[in-house]
C-alpha cells in the first residue's frame, strides 16, 4: 500500500480541514475500511461557550463514511471531561454516552464515534483507526502470537478482542504507557490504532503498518491455493448469468418475505474460487473478519451445499432449502444468546453463496446490498490471508451477538432517514428517455424506488437514469437500451434489471409511437409499425414481467400508459387508435390473469401531452393539424380549450396518476382506467 499524502494539496490545510483530508484518504483505500468504519481524531485548541481556551478531541461521529467525511462529522469532545474518567477502572456503554453528550462542545450534534475515549486516552494529538484486510489477516488465526511478533518485532502491540467501548479504551492506554516505545497498536479480530504528533505522521504510520502485512501475506500466499482446492468449478460465464437471473426472482421473493429487499449478483473470480473451494463450506461458517461487519453481513453467510450439477428448479429448491435452514439456525443463534432487552430481527440472510454461480446479497436498498457484497469481498481477502498463516479464526458467537445486538452499534443504523412510500421496489419504465416516461421515472425515483429506465434511445434512458442517481443516490437507478418490438432486447433488458436488483415490483408500460394518415392512404408497414410498439410491445414487456413478479410471490403493479384515443379515436389516427385500444384490452386481460397473484394491471389514458415528448414530431403535428382543420401553430390551443377544464396536460400531471396505480394507494384497484385528459367527455370511460 503507498501512501496517497501529496503535499500539494495538503499544504494549504490545518487543523480539522487537515483531518478531513487525510480521513478520506483513509477512507479512499477499500483494503483499509469498509463503509462507515474506522475513525480518525485530533486533539486541538478552541474556545468554548464562554470564550475560553480549553483543548478539544474531534473525532469522526457515528455514521458518517471516511471517504466522504465533512468537517461537520466531526464533533468536538470536551478534554477534560475525558481526562476526568482516566482514573475509573469501567463504565457502562449507556453511562459512557450520556456523559460524552454532556461532554460536546456542540450540545445535541453529532453523537461521536463509539470508540471516541480510545481516542481521548492516549496522549498522541492525532489517531488513526482501520479495520484493515491485511492486518486482520494476521489476526484472524490461530497464531497470531507467532505470527506478530515475526513480521513487527516489538514494534507493535496486540490485545486481546474486547466490544468497543470503556474497558477496551482503558487497556489500550494502559498498554501504551507501558511499552511507549511502541509505534502501533493492533486489537485482534478488529483493527489497528496508529498515531503520531501530526495528522500526517499519523497516516503515514497506517500506511507503513499495513504495508508491512502486506508483504507477509503475499510472501506466504504466492503460489498458493489459500482456500483448499477447488470442489465445484465455475460455470462459464454466459451459463452463469444465465442461471442467475432464472434463480434471482425466487430468492428475492424468499428473502423479502419479512419485508422487501433488493438482491444483487456477484460472480467475481475472487468469489466463484471462493464459493467452489473445498474448504469454503467449513471456512464460511467461521465467522466474520470483523465486529463492525455483522451488523450489515450478520455473523455467517448463507451457504448453498451443491455439488455444482444442479439446475434451474432444482438449484432453486437447494437454495430454497438452505435459506431456510439458516433462518432456522439463526432463530437458534439469537435465543442462545439472547440478553433482556434484545428481539430478534429479521432472520434471513444478507449473503447467499452457491458453488458454481457466485454470490447474492441482500439490502434495504442497492447501496446497502452493494455494502454488504463489499464487505464479503473483504471477508473473503482476510480469509485468504488468514489462511496462509494458519486456520482461521473469528469472534465466539456469543461476541458476535453482543455485537450485532448492541444498542450503541445499532444506533447507526437509526441514523437513516425514513423511507419513501416505493422503497425497496423496483420499477421498469419503457420509453423513460423523454416525455411521459421520463417524467414517471423521476416520480416514482422520489418516491423511493430503484428504476430501470428502458428505451431504444439507450443514450437517453442512461441520461435519465444518471439524473435519477444524481438527486436520489447511486444504485437508484440503471439506464438500459430496449427496442420493445424485439423480444430478445425485451430479455436482455429484464436480464439487466435481475442481475442489478433482483426482481421487479412495478412495470410503467409506456413506449409507444404514433403515425397519422386516413386509412386509403395508410401503409401497411405503417400499420404494422403502430401494432408492433403499441401492442406488440407492451405484450413482449408485460409477459416478461409477469413473469419475474408471480416467480417472486410478492404481487407487484402493471401501469400501461395508454391514451384517450382509446375510448375516443381520432380521425385519420386509425393505426394508433387500434393499436393503442389493443394495448387496453391486454391490460384489462392481465388484471384477470394477474389477480390470483396479487398483481394488478391498470391503465392510463393520457390527452395531448406536447412538453418534451417525441411522439409529437414535427410530422405528426402537421398531420394532426390537417386532421383537424387548423394550422400547426395552433395544435397545442386546440387540444386544450377542447378538454373541459381547459388546461394544458403535462407529462408530470400523467407521472402522478402512475405513481398512484404502482403504489399501494391502489392496493384494491385493478382493471381500472384513469384518465388525465383535461376531461374530454367522449373518452369517459364507460
Not at 380521425?571 to 396479487?598: T, W
Request: with cysteine.
Amino acid at each position: 500500500m503507498r501512501s496517497r499524502w501529496n503535499d500539494a494539496e495538503a499544504g494549504s490545510l490545518d487543523g480539522l480541514d487537515l483531518l478531513v483530508h487525510a480521513s478520506r484518504l483513509v477512507g479512499a483505500e477499500t483494503a483499509l475500511v469498509v463503509w462507515g468504519g474506522g475513525n480518525t481524531s485530533i486533539k486541538r485548541t478552541e474556545r468554548d461557550h464562554r470564550g475560553r481556551e480549553v483543548e478539544v478531541l474531534r473525532v469522526k461521529g457515528s455514521g458518517s463514511d471516511l471517504k466522504s467525511v465533512e468537517r461537520k462529522d466531526f464533533p468536538g469532545v470536551r478534554m477534560d471531561d475525558i481526562h476526568a474518567l482516566l482514573p475509573r477502572e469501567d463504565m457502562g456503554d449507556q453511562e459512557m454516552v450520556a456523559y460524552l453528550g454532556h461532554a460536546l462542545q456542540e450540545p445535541g450534534g453529532v453523537r461521536p464515534s463509539i470508540e471516541t475515549l480510545l481516542h481521548g486516552f492516549l496522549p498522541a494529538r492525532c489517531v488513526v483507526h482501520t479495520h484493515a484486510d491485511a492486518i486482520v489477516s494476521l489476526t484472524n488465526n490461530d497464531r497470531v502470537h507467532e505470527v506478530f511478533p515475526a513480521v513487527y518485532g516489538k514494534d507493535v502491540l496486540t490485545l486481546r478482542y474486547l466490544r468497543p467501548g470503556f474497558r477496551i479504551s482503558r487497556e489500550v492506554a494502559d498498554a501504551i504507557a507501558e511499552h511507549p516505545e511502541a509505534k502501533a497498536l493492533v486489537l485482534e479480530r478488529h483493527g489497528t490504532i496508529t498515531w503520531g504528533a501530526s495528522v500526517r505522521e499519523a497516516y503515514e504510520a497506517t500506511i507503513e503498518l499495513i504495508t508491512g502485512a502486506e508483504a507477509a501475506i503475499a510472501e506466504r500466499t504466492r503460489g498458493r491455493r489459500v482456500f483448499g482446492a477447488p470442489r465445484v468449478a465455475a460455470l462459464p460465464a454466459e451459463a452463469r448469468r444465465a442461471e442467475a437471473v432464472a434463480l434471482v426472482p425466487r430468492l428475492r421473493g424468499l428473502l423479502s418475505r419479512t419485508r422487501r429487499v433488493v438482491v444483487t449478483f456477484d460472480d467475481a473470480p475472487t468469489v466463484t474460487e471462493f464459493v467452489g473451494a473445498a474448504d469454503a463450506p467449513r471456512l464460511s461458517q467461521v465467522g466474520p473478519a470483523t465486529p463492525d461487519h455483522t451488523i450489515y453481513t450478520k455473523r455467517l453467510p448463507c451457504f448453498v451445499r451443491t455439488d455444482g450439477a444442479l439446475r434451474g428448479p432444482a438449484l432453486a429448491a437447494a437454495v430454497e432449502q438452505a435459506v431456510l435452514a439458516f433462518v432456522r439456525d439463526y432463530t437458534r443463534y439469537v435465543e442462545a444468546h439472547r440478553v433482556p432487552g434484545a428481539e430478534l430481527g429479521d432472520p434471513w440472510p444478507r449473503v447467499v453463496l452457491v458453488p458454481g454461480l457466485g454470490m447474492f446479497t441482500a439490502g434495504r436498498d442497492r447501496r446497502t446490498a452493494g455494502i454488504v457484497q463489499d464487505i464479503y469481498h473483504h471477508t473473503i481477502d482476510v480469509i485468504g490471508g488468514a489462511s496462509a498463516f494458519g486456520a482461521y479464526v473469528s469472534l465466539s458467537a456469543r461476541d458476535a451477538f453482543d455485537v450485532e445486538y448492541w444498542p450503541l452499534e445499532l444506533y447507526k443504523l437509526t441514523l437513516a432517514p425514513p423511507e419513501r412510500e416505493l422503497a425497496r421496489r423496483v420499477a421498469l419504465v419503457t420509453g423513460g428517455a423523454s416525455g411521459i416516461g421520463r417524467a414517471i421515472a423521476r416520480r416514482l425515483a422520489a418516491e423511493g424506488a430503484h428504476v430501470v429506465v428502458g428505451d431504444v434511445d439507450e443514450a437517453g434512458a442512461a441520461l435519465t437514469a444518471e439524473e435519477i442517481v444524481a438527486a436520489a443516490g447511486a444504485g437508484r437507478a440503471l439506464g438500459v437500451g430496449m427496442d420493445v418490438t424485439r423480444e430478445a432486447s425485451v430479455r436482455a433488458a429484464f436480464e439487466a434489471t435481475l442481475l442489478a436488483y433482483g426482481g421487479l415490483d412495478v412495470l410503467v408500460s409506456n413506449a409507444g409511437t404514433a403515425h397519422s394518415a386516413p386509412v386509403v392512404d395508410l401503409r401497411l408497414e405503417d400499420w404494422e409499425r403502430a401494432f408492433a410498439v403499441n401492442a406488440t410491445g407492451h405484450f413482449l414487456v408485460a409477459r416478461e414481467a409477469l413473469r419475474v413478479m408471480v416467480a417472486q410471490g410478492l404481487g407487484g403493479a402493471l401501469v400501461f400508459v395508454a391514451t384517450k384515443n382509446v375510448m375516443s379515436p381520432g380521425k385519420d389516427f386509425a393505426a394508433y387508435s387500434a393499436s393503442k385500444a389493443a394495448e387496453a384490452q391486454l391490460a384489462k386481460v392481465l388484471a384477470l390473469e394477474g389477480a390470483p397473484h396479487g398483481i394488478r394491471s391498470n391503465i392510463v389514458n393520457p390527452d395531448a401531452v406536447f412538453q418534451d415528448s417525441r411522439l409529437w414530431s414535427e410530422e405528426i403535428r402537421r398531420e394532426r393539424a390537417a386532421a383537424q382543420g387548423i394550422a400547426v401553430g395552433e395544435l397545442e390551443e386546440f387540444y386544450r380549450k377542447r378538454n373541459l377544464l381547459g388546461v394544458r396536460v403535462l407529462p408530470e400531471d400523467v407521472a402522478e396518476a402512475a405513481l398512484f396505480l404502482a403504489s399501494d394507494r391502489s392496493a384494491k384497484t385493478t382493471g381500472c382506467t384513469l384518465t388525465v385528459d383535461g376531461g374530454v367527455k367522449d373518452a369517459f370511460p364507460r
